[in-house]
């Protein structure tokens, strides 16, 4: 069975910085193209970043150089790192797991980020 397992969420001061962790388990980690949603209150989820099985990346518009997604298929393990935080970016991450070579699309339980003073 899938399991995607965020971590690292919690509150951050404006300008501030986070990394988000999600370990996978059950599943070929290196096959996946491996994502960051986020989802604020009464808004739809939205792709954050993403890395493909090969290291290509991709970003919203919101975060392009604020952001940094990156994956450590040894460890499982995708990572999210948040720089310049702003209110924002308030919102429960998700850490997605999916792509051609996987056949199927996962999700984590989400972590909650909130960014305020």
């Known amino acids: 069975q899938v399991q995607l397992v965020e971590s690292g969420g919690g509150l951050v001061q404006p300008g501030g910085s986070r990394t988000l962790s999600c370990a996978a388990s059950?599943?070929?980690?290196?096959?996946?193209?491996m994502g960051w949603y986020r989802q604020a209150p009464g808004k739809q989820r939205e792709l954050v970043a993403q890395i493909t099985r090969g290291g290509n990346t991709n970003y919203a518009d919101s975060v392009k150089g604020r952001f940094a997604i990156s994956r450590d298929n040894a460890k499982k393990t995708v990572y999210l790192q948040m720089n310049s935080l702003q209110p924002g970016d308030t919102a429960v991450y998700y850490c997605?797991?999916?792509?051609?070579?996987?056949?199927?699309?996962?999700w984590g339980q989400g972590t909650q980020v909130t960014v305020s003073s």
């Open positions: 059950g599943m070929i980690f290196s096959l996946a193209t």
């Open positions: 997605n797991a999916g792509g051609p070579f996987i056949g199927a699309e996962y």
